[in-house]
Every structure is written in structure tokens, then in C-alpha cells.
């Protein structure tokens, strides 16, 4: 009865551990969608020396730097997110851990 009650936790603490992990990678995919975002911004475009063009660029930027503040907002959120998603995995990789190494004592 003993062994089949810790078979039983060892198989949730499983289930736990893929749940954590996955949320985890979607919380890293979030995250990684939003640096690429700020790293889009960053691109420069091709050298112009019109005066259109400069006006053309300058007008980007300054909508560009409302958008990277927005985005760092963002990011900030999704990265705290991403590090409790990182605690919880690790708490339910330890308890995986622990649970099946009481098999084998």
C-alpha cells in the first residue's frame, strides 16, 4: 500500500514538473518575443542624406522610444514572471528528486 501511495506521488510530482516547465518555456518565449522586439528598433536603416529622410527618421524615432519604454515595461513584467516560473520548476524538480530517490532507499 506504502509503495503504491509513493508510486502515485512520484507520478504527480512528474506531472507537476512538466506542467512548471512548460509554463516556463512560455514565459522564456514571452520574454525572448519582447527583446526581439527592442532589438528591431534598434536597426538602422540605410544612410540617407536627404532632408526627407532625416525627417522621415527622426519621426520613427521618437515614436520608436515611446514604443521601447512601453516594451521595457513589458519585459520588466515578463522577466519577474519568468523567475517565478523558474522558482516553482526548480521547487517541483527538487520534489521529483527527493520522491524518487525514497524508491530506491
Given at each position: ?94 520534489r521529483s528528486q527527493v520522491l524518487g530517490r525514497l524508491k530506491k532507499v
Amino acid at each position: 500500500m506504502k509503495d503504491e501511495r509513493l508510486a502515485r506521488l512520484r507520478q504527480m510530482a512528474e506531472m507537476v514538473l512538466e506542467t512548471r516547465s512548460a509554463e516556463l518555456a512560455r514565459a522564456t518565449a514571452r520574454r525572448d518575443a519582447l527583446r526581439e522586439q527592442l532589438t528591431a528598433l534598434d536597426r538602422l536603416p540605410p544612410a540617407g542624406a536627404d532632408l526627407a529622410a532625416s525627417q522621415s527618421w527622426f519621426a520613427f524615432e521618437q515614436w520608436a522610444s515611446a514604443r521601447r519604454a512601453e516594451i521595457n515595461l513589458n519585459l520588466a513584467a515578463r522577466e519577474a514572471e519568468r523567475l517565478g516560473q523558474l522558482q516553482e520548476t526548480r521547487r517541483a524538480f527538487g520534489r521529483s528528486q527527493v520522491l524518487g530517490r525514497l524508491k530506491k532507499v
